[in-house]
């Protein structure tokens, strides 16, 4: 398993959650993946690129085949799709094996430039889910009912997290709004064993922040809210929108 | 080498001039180190000549072995440029696997691919006839022998 690659060109997106009650993608991805081929860029799909636990059979069967057949567009030219492992993407991980064209790896060590940049979901640093691993899974499954019924409540679970926030004093403490502030402690844990920046996904908060030691945190958020995706470019990061027909 | 002594959250860094050494081989100091910064070659004795084993970038680790071992330092680590490490002891290394499991995972691959590199190595030596394979079996019981011991230098 190669986690340390080199690409002086990468997209960043995470946690598309395809299937999800909420997810409103269509043409997205396909435009998406077309930019990525013509600018030739490789792309990185940070984690949650398939929701299992909020999904149906029948909306997964309806979005997820187009993910395959653009990673396949994008091998043909020899460009690399990494496929970062999710927090939902653990039980799918075993099927994620006979995906021939993406690299599935755990975290991505990459060399763009002379930087050095950490690509991770980030799930590990989510205290919740890393101290309640099965209260967690079983939080997202029973709040994938009510998204079933009403798909507009996550809109409110992403005001609630902000308000949280801001309530915790993450804020004060330099986090990215809406997520714990543990994420913003682990991008300087990583910071610290070498890395030049730190792209996590998972809150569905994008954002980045500048750390103490001049360093980046950025967080590619998630297109349940808002299609942001990262790019990087010989090591140069930037958070963008993509917008629609672009 | 020059102690910032400044602890950046729970750990130590230190930092060190091009040419200036790490770690000695046959030392019986017990870290971790991780390069923040710059970059070292690792070098071992033979005989009367330095062989270059390999060279560290940012971001890798060394001083595994002997932390986890309680062993000698097998290879002198010197730097090449101004070189910051992060120092980490036992008690550290296991917050720090706890806090960023990842670490741990890239720990493992790296002792993977060195036991690979070694069974590489080593099938090249015995196909080549450098090395016999009574010589090898007295190696592997000298080496078991140690380790029921405690281990070398332990």
């Known amino acids: 398993m190669k986690t340390e690659v080199e690409e002086e060109r990468l997209l960043v997106v995470s946690d598309l959650h395809l299937g999800n009650p909420y997810c409103k993608i269509r043409s997205e991805i396909n435009e998406f993946f077309t930019y990525a081929k013509?600018?030739?860029?490789?792309?990185?799909?940070?984690?949650?690129?398939?929701?299992?636990?909020?999904?149906?059979?029948?909306?997964?069967?309806?979005?997820?085949?187009?993910?395959?057949q653009e990673s396949a567009r994008l091998a043909v030219d020899g460009l690399n799709v990494y496929y970062l492992i999710g927090n939902h993407d653990i039980v799918?991980?075993?099927?994620?094996?006979?995906?021939?064209?993406?690299?599935?790896?755990?975290?991505?060590?990459?060399?763009?430039?002379?930087?050095?940049?950490?690509?991770?979901?980030?799930?590990?640093?989510?205290?919740?889910?890393?101290?309640?691993?099965?209260?967690?899974?079983?939080?997202?499954?029973?709040?994938?009912?009510?998204?079933?019924?009403?798909?507009?409540?996550?809109?409110?679970?992403?005001?609630a997290e902000r308000m949280l926030s801001r309530v915790r004093g993450d804020l004060k403490h330099g986090g990215i709004p809406g997520e714990p502030i543990e994420f913003r402690e682990s991008a300087i844990s990583l910071i610290n064993r070498g890395f030049d920046s730190v792209v996590f996904g998972h809150t569905h908060h994008a954002g980045s922040i500048s750390l103490d030691s001049g360093k980046e945190y950025f967080n590619t958020g998630s297109w349940l809210v808002r299609p942001d995706y990262v790019v990087i470019e010989q090591g140069e990061i930037s958070l963008r929108t993509w917008e629609h027909g672009a | 080498?020059?102690?910032?002594?400044?602890?950046?959250?729970?750990?130590?860094?230190?930092?060190?001039?091009?040419?200036?050494?790490?770690?000695?081989?046959?030392?019986?100091?017990?870290?971790?180190?991780?390069?923040?910064?710059?970059?070292?070659e690792v070098v071992k004795k033979s005989g009367s000549r330095d062989i270059r084993l390999a060279t560290l970038k940012k971001g890798?680790?060394?001083?595994?072995?002997?932390?986890?071992?309680?062993?000698?330092?097998?290879?002198?680590?010197?730097?090449?440029?101004?070189?910051?490490?992060?120092?980490?002891?036992?008690g550290g290394l296991l917050l720090k696997m706890r806090r960023d499991p990842t670490f741990a995972f890239e720990m493992l691959q790296q002792l993977s691919a060195r036991i690979l590199r070694m069974d590489q190595a080593l099938s090249v030596a015995l196909d080549s006839g450098n090395l016999t394979s009574e010589t090898f079996r007295d190696i592997t019981r000298k080496a078991e022998a140690e380790t029921a011991q405690g281990g070398k230098g332990r």
């Open chain 1, 38 to 68: 013509k600018r030739g860029f490789s792309v990185c799909i940070n984690g949650d690129g398939f929701d299992l636990a909020q999904s149906s059979a029948r909306r997964l069967a309806r979005q997820a085949p187009q993910m395959f």
């Open chain 1, 92 to 159: 799918l991980e075993h099927f994620y094996d006979a995906w021939g064209n993406v690299n599935i790896l755990p975290f991505l060590n990459l060399w763009s430039g002379d930087k050095l940049i950490r690509i991770e979901h980030g799930h590990l640093y989510d205290p919740i889910y890393a101290n309640h691993t099965l209260g967690h899974k079983i939080g997202t499954w029973a709040f994938g009912l009510i998204l079933h019924l009403y798909p507009e409540a996550y809109r409110a679970q992403m005001w």
């Open chain 2, 1 to 40: 080498m020059f102690d910032i002594s400044k602890r950046m959250g729970d750990d130590i860094v230190q930092e060190f001039d091009a040419g200036e050494i790490i770690v000695h081989e046959g030392d019986e100091s017990r870290e971790l180190y991780i390069l923040q910064s710059g970059s070292a």
């Open chain 2, 60 to 90: 890798q680790f060394f001083g595994e072995m002997s932390l986890l071992e309680g062993t000698a330092r097998s290879a002198t680590v010197r730097a090449l440029k101004k070189t910051r490490v992060l120092v980490i002891k036992p």
